[in-house]
């Protein structure tokens, strides 16, 4: 699913179920809970077009946010890479993690936008795993960074998707 790792969705869930089965008195952390809410959230509104919880506070709010755009970048790289390489076979898909590196190998996209691309990944990856403080690391100029990049990706998109008509 666009945006959701389903293996972090797994891991918290095999945390959940480890709690409640074999219990014994350990609790899950609030901000464990918290981000396992934020994908559930954006879980449900990709499947029916709106969100399932409100945000609990601020830095929930942010935290959907980012989640958010991460979705919207992943989604828009997605569709640039498949115009990139347009002779993929049908229904062969291009593994996420590895995008930003192809497509500025080939020169669709510039080293410093995969750069940042791959930085904000591995902040995504470090909060969704725990790693770390997702009130801390999240920012209102995370958040400008992060809508830089996809305004660049939907302009490289824009482009490619404009010589495809032009040929």
Not at 25 to 44: H, S
Not at 85 to 114: M, V, W
Request: glycine content about 6%.
């Amino acid at each position: 699913m666009d945006g959701i790792d389903l293996g972090t969705i797994e891991w918290y869930h095999r945390l959940r179920n480890e709690l409640y089965h074999q219990g014994n008195g350990l609790t899950v952390e609030r901000d464990k809970v918290e981000i396992y809410a934020e994908l559930a959230n954006i879980m449900f509104k990709n499947l029916f077009g709106e969100g399932l919880v409100p945000h609990a506070s601020p830095a929930t709010e942010l935290l959907g946010e980012f989640m958010a755009m991460w979705v919207s970048i992943e989604r828009v790289m997605h569709r640039l890479a498949e115009s990139t390489y347009s002779d993929l076979r049908e229904g062969q898909r291009i593994n996420r993690g590895p995008i930003p590196s192809f497509l500025a190998r080939d020169k669709t996209i510039d080293k410093s936008l995969a750069s940042e691309i791959d930085r904000l990944r591995q902040i995504r990856n470090r909060i969704v795993h725990g790693e770390a403080d997702y009130k801390s690391v999240l920012t209102a100029d995370l958040l400008k960074s992060m809508k830089v990049v996809l305004a660049s990706l939907e302009e490289k998109l824009a482009g490619l998707e404009e010589n495809e008509k032009q040929k």
